[in-house]
């Protein structure tokens, strides 16, 4: 009976319980997490905060997950150090775990710069159910009626649609020029912002928040801030959502080796035996640079996960990789962005395919190195993206065919026949 | 398992399999009806690929190990380990997109009306897929393949 432990219970956590037991039936499968809930979809904590969604629909697996997959979850329970010689997970109330095999899948916490006021009563991040609690509860209690987001990114689109379907003045305070900087160029974010501006959203771009202020009548709750060029916005709630950091802060001094992340190989498995680490946590590989990096995304921690669970259960799989990847469907603008979505404009190796239709708000970009397909934005039009991204992923010189993959009608049937066939589409 | 498959040499590219998809996923199964009358529209879960003169259908393919299930954000997309169906719950799905940006086939439908995608459950109860039973060529065929 192996011993497998695993710290954190989201995207990769639950991928690599299926995984270890698909691969091994009888060993012992122990999950560790601070959390009440241990099998719900984080990307979904915006529609809670909206309504569109409770916390029966934000379970992602079945109540009786665990019983299926005979594995026991340890639930409120926070790992608090770990020894690798001895082989233990130390938890918070004294009890120690054994392990044989080790996942760290402990995700990220949100990244929060130093900002005075931060302490104030109405400041949030938003990663995790409990955040979304806690905000949907104080928008309640205090009948909130506006907000500041700080950061245009995902999360913080996400949290903005949620506080505007609640009837909030949100405005985005964004440290880059653009919105949504990491996935669009500047036009795709032009293009993107003034869809959001007309949802009746607010962009100060181009700085951050300096100083969070209380209210008039009481100084420990918020009531506005004070941006870096002077400005200020009053507000009731401040919604911190810059990005994610990996928690390392089990491994942070131990024998495991961490870059800005854990660093892990093909396998997931750290340089320490028996010990691996999959999603937010981990450096995993990104097949656009060719290099392990930070890549926070729930997809790829399940691919991750799933990996790291064969390999702890003795079934070598190799991971194949990810990338930036995201799709969006916010404020009623469906955007696929992956790979390089913004490249350098005076990177004379890439070959940019670009088609704009202003009428209709649509955009489409492809990057291409080589004759293969690097980056893919569209913008308003991503019907049959997992084609192109298919191509991506597999490498697919379309030399031949480029001119064809920004067709208004591009599918299957405009790629050539010997690929339909590579790919199964047709006998 | 038994899946849908395209004949491309035999496809006229008439796009009945859309319309008798179409009405197979209606509330009254009726042809008139569902083009006409209901509300939400229902939507043909299988697309009629043209680029003349080669034209084919493309539905979702059931894969054995589905890039859409592993990828989907809120658990609305599973494997049904018994049928091998690949099915879809649509009071789970979030319609996220994500799905659609992995798909290898381009085969999951956008519900824009419903914020959720719709994609072929193979017409579960129906002796044979609608699509299959209705193509007047036999372009889509429903046979036992190897997973």
């Known amino acids: ?28 499968i122990t999950v560790i997490t601070e959390e009440a809930c241990a099998h719900y979809s984080r990307p979904m904590i915006s529609d809670l905060v909206s309504g569109k969604a409770d916390t029966q629909k934000m379970k992602c697996k079945t109540d009786d997950f665990w019983k ?6 340890r639930l409120n329970k926070k790992a608090v150090s770990l020894n690798l010689t001895e082989k233990t997970v130390s938890l918070d109330d004294g ?41 949907a509860a104080k928008i309640d209690s205090i009948q909130a009626k506006s907000a500041v987001v700080i950061g245009a990114g ?45 949802a009746g959203v607010n962009f100060a771009t181009g700085q951050s928040v300096q100083k969070i202020i209380g209210r008039p009548e009481n100084d420990g709750a918020v009531g506005g801030v ?30 495991v080796k961490i870059n800005r992340g ?13 010990v691996y680490a999959s999603g937010d946590v981990a450096e995993a590989f990104d097949f656009i640079l060719n290099q392990n990096r930070l890549l926070p995304l729930w997809p790829l921690a399940v691919l991750e996960g799933r990996v790291a669970g064969y390999n702890m259960a003795g079934t070598k799989t190799s991971y194949e990789g990810g990338t930036n990847m995201s799709s969006l469907k916010y404020f009623g603008i469906p955007i696929v962005s992956i790979g390089m979505a913004n490249p350098k404009p005076d990177d004379t190796t890439l070959e940019i395919l670009v088609k704009q239709d202003q009428e209709h708000i649509v955009y489409k970009k492809l990057v291409l190195k080589n004759n293969v397909i690097v980056g893919i934005t569209l913008v308003n039009c991503i019907d049959r993206a997992g084609i192109l991204f298919n191509l991506m992923k597999d490498h697919i010189n379309v030399k031949k065919f480029k001119q064809d993959l920004l067709r208004d009608d591009f599918g299957w049937a405009v790629l050539p026949a010997t690929l339909q066939r590579k790919m199964g589409v047709i006998q | 398992m038994k899946k849908i498959i395209a004949k491309q040499e035999n496809c006229m590219g008439c796009g009945l399999c859309e319309v008798y998809c179409t009405t197979a996923h209606s509330k009254s199964k009726d042809i008139v009806k569902a083009y006409n009358s209901e509300h939400p529209k229902p939507i043909s ?39 091998g169906e690949v099915t879809h719950n649509k009071d789970k799905c979030m319609g996220c997109w994500t799905c659609v940006m992995v798909c290898p086939y381009g085969a999951l439908i956008m519900d824009k009306e419903g914020h959720v995608v719709a994609k072929c459950d193979l017409c579960q109860g129906l002796e044979e897929p609608a699509c299959v039973a209705n193509c007047p060529n036999e372009a889509l065929v429903f046979k036992e393949v190897k997973p």
Request: proline share 4%.
């Open chain 1, 95 to 135: 009890e120690k775990v054994v392990y044989e095999k080790l996942l760290l899948a402990t995700g990220g916490k949100p990244f929060v710069p130093k900002m005075e006021g931060q302490e104030k009563d109405g400041v949030f991040t938003f990663t995790n159910i409990s955040d979304a609690q806690r905000l």
């Open chain 1, 154 to 198: 995902l999360i913080g689109i996400s949290v903005t649609e949620a506080l505007i379907k609640r009837g909030l003045k949100v405005t985005v305070v964004e440290l880059q020029e653009k919105i949504l900087s990491l996935l669009l160029d500047a036009i795709g974010s032009d293009i993107v912002e003034v869809v959001i501006r007309k």
């Open chain 1, 262 to 274: 854990i660093v892990v190989d093909n396998f997931m498995q750290t340089n320490v035996p028996d």
């Open chain 1, 1 to 28: 009976m192996a011993k497998y432990v695993i710290v954190g219970a989201s995207a990769a956590g639950i991928a690599a319980v299926e995984a270890i037991r698909k691969a091994d039936p009888a060993g012992s």
């Open chain 1, 226 to 255: 004070i941006l870096t060029k002077g400005d200020q916005v009053p507000c009731d709630l401040v919604i911190v959502a810059i990005g994610v950091i990996p928690r390392t802060e089990l491994v942070v001094g131990s024998a």
């Open chain 1, 68 to 73: 299926i997959n005979n594995a026991e979850p």
């Open chain 2, 45 to 83: 879960r299988v697309r009629r690929e043209v680029n003349k003169p080669v034209s084919f259908a493309i539905q979702c393919r059931h894969c054995e190990d589905a890039p859409c299930v592993t990828a989907c954000l809120s658990g609305a997309m599973q494997k049904d380990q018994k049928t």
